[in-house]
């Protein structure tokens, strides 16, 4: 694939993605964005549930593991860098997935007691995608420091994955704050200006 085209997918994965978080809580009454996590938006009892899982995060899951095996290639050649970018696209591309084919029960709880297995899948994948996200942002930008035309895109990712290491420390500390939802978007509208940065570096590149 050409640089243009890699760009393009990753732009269009986060772009499902955020398309999908925003019109979900649209479709609940009195749903708080602020306090219900994202995933309550498609858990099982959900009316339009089924139509964010396949038309929004499964595709978009999808296309950011694309996006993710794809990246590396057009990038510095750096162990760190594939090591990141690969466990983006396991993590978060098909751990993204996961979650859209796996919803969580009505309200998304927390403990295991009487969860079913999409449940137990959903929070499983979930939290294996927040601990390893932040690793592979600090990862990508290490890997890419050491090239000088990189500089700016190494301080983003590096930057990112402080920053929403933090936010992700803050979310597992209490998941039932009262707060969880706006932590949650944080966390994912800092994955997206990642993607979106690393895609428009890619298309400026030559190939």
């Given at each position: 694939?050409?640089?243009?085209?890699v760009a393009?997918?990753?732009?269009?994965g986060?772009s499902?993605f955020?398309?999908?978080?925003i019109?979900?809580p649209l479709l609940?009454?009195?749903y708080?964005?602020?306090?219900q996590?994202?995933?309550e938006?498609?858990a099982s009892d959900?009316e339009?549930?089924?139509?964010?899982?396949y038309?929004g995060?499964?595709p978009?899951?999808?296309?950011?593991?694309i996006?993710c095996?794809?990246?590396p290639?057009?990038?510095?050649?750096?162990k760190l860098?594939?090591a990141?970018f690969?466990g983006?696209?396991?993590?978060?591309g098909l751990g993204t997935?996961?979650?859209?084919?796996?919803p969580?029960?009505a309200?998304?709880?927390?403990?295991?007691?009487d969860?079913?297995?999409?449940q137990?899948?959903h929070?499983a994948?979930?939290s294996?995608?927040?601990?390893?996200?932040?690793i592979?942002l600090i990862?990508?930008g290490l890997?890419l420091?050491?090239f000088?035309?990189?500089?700016?895109l190494s301080?983003i990712?590096i930057?990112?994955?402080?920053?929403?290491g933090i936010f992700?420390?803050?979310?597992?500390?209490?998941?039932?704050?009262?707060y969880?939802?706006i932590?949650?978007?944080?966390?994912?509208t800092?994955?997206?200006?990642?993607?979106?940065s690393?895609?428009?570096r890619?298309?400026?590149?030559?190939?």
């Amino acid at each position: 694939m050409n640089n243009k085209l890699v760009a393009y997918i990753g732009i269009l994965g986060v772009s499902l993605f955020a398309i999908a978080a925003i019109v979900g809580p649209l479709l609940i009454d009195d749903y708080s964005i602020v306090s219900q996590y994202i995933s309550e938006s498609f858990a099982s009892d959900t009316e339009y549930g089924w139509y964010l899982q396949y038309f929004g995060y499964v595709p978009s899951g999808i296309l950011i593991t694309i996006f993710c095996f794809s990246a590396p290639k057009k990038l510095p050649s750096s162990k760190l860098i594939v090591a990141g970018f690969f466990g983006l696209a396991l993590f978060y591309g098909l751990g993204t997935v996961l979650v859209g084919l796996f919803p969580c029960d009505a309200g998304c709880p927390t403990d295991v007691i009487d969860s079913s297995l999409a449940q137990l899948i959903h929070n499983a994948v979930a939290s294996l995608t927040y601990i390893f996200f932040p690793i592979c942002l600090i990862s990508i930008g290490l890997g890419l420091k050491k090239f000088e035309n990189y500089g700016r895109l190494s301080q983003i990712a590096i930057v990112i994955g402080i920053i929403s290491g933090i936010f992700i420390f803050s979310l597992f500390s209490d998941p039932n704050s009262g707060y969880r939802g706006i932590l949650q978007r944080i966390i994912e509208t800092s994955f997206f200006v990642f993607i979106v940065s690393s895609a428009l570096r890619i298309r400026k590149s030559k190939g």
